[in-house]
């Protein structure tokens, strides 16, 4: 299993940023896809989850914010992030759920105030 991600960057407080996330080597349409985040000397949290039924969960901190989306044809997951904080920067990474856990190599998204 792969997952490869892209979009992160640089934004000022209020900007938008749109993440993606490929995966490959698995039947896509029965996994969990989520997004998670680690900002420096935080532990990883739970951002936002999709089902392959399309069912969505998402960490308060992001609730009317961010958008998770999945389009199981693509293999693909992505996270629409508005109205950025600088609350919001860190590593964010891809997860896929199925059987175990696998992660992609992490995007960097930095908020400047």
């Known amino acids: 299993v792969q997952l490869v991600e892209s979009g992160g960057g640089l934004v000022q407080t209020g900007g938008s940023l749109r993440l993606s996330c490929a995966a490959s080597?698995?039947?896509?349409?029965?996994?969990?896809m989520g997004w998670y985040r680690q900002a420096p000397g935080k532990q990883r949290e739970l951002v936002a989850s999709?089902?392959?039924?399309?069912?969505?969960n998402y960490a308060d901190f992001v609730k009317g914010r961010f958008t998770i989306s999945r389009d199981n044809a693509k293999n693909t997951v992505s996270l629409q992030m508005n109205s950025l904080k600088p609350d919001d920067t860190a590593v964010y990474y891809c997860?896929?759920?199925?059987?175990?856990?696998?992660w992609g190599q992490g995007t960097q998204v930095t908020v400047s105030s």
């Open positions: 999709i089902t392959s039924s399309g069912t969505t």
């Open positions: 080597g698995i039947i896509f349409g029965t996994t969990v």
């Open positions: 997860n896929l759920k199925r059987l175990m856990d696998y």
